[in-house]
């Protein structure tokens, strides 16, 4: 999912307001960006998987700082159970 389409489904799913949504764009961006660059990196995969994690615990420390505590809770919620139909 491009940076847009994962922003247009968390502002559907969440509810976010314009800010909301400029900020989380900005963040699934440069998270994105900096996956990129991993892949382009052609580390072995158990550094590659260390260094994803770190990006994605990075992004969701930022989400927390834009999302209410609601908004946050169901986005973790969503997160776990889209890793649960995934790991099917």
């Keep these: 999912m491009t940076p847009q389409e994962q922003t247009d489904k968390m ?15 900005a963040v699934n961006t440069d998270a994105s960006k900096k996956l990129e660059t991993l892949k382009a990196s052609g580390e072995d995969k158990d ?3 260390a260094d994803r994690k770190k990006i994605e615990d990075a992004k969701e420390a930022s989400l927390k700082g834009i999302l209410t505590a609601d908004q946050f809770k169901k986005y973790q ?7 649960a139909s995934h790991q099917k």
């Design 11 to 25: 502002t559907t799913d969440l509810t976010l307001n314009d800010d909301q949504k400029a900020k989380v764009l």
């Design 47 to 49: 550094a590659m998987k």
């Design 77 to 83: 919620q969503e997160r776990a159970e889209a890793k």
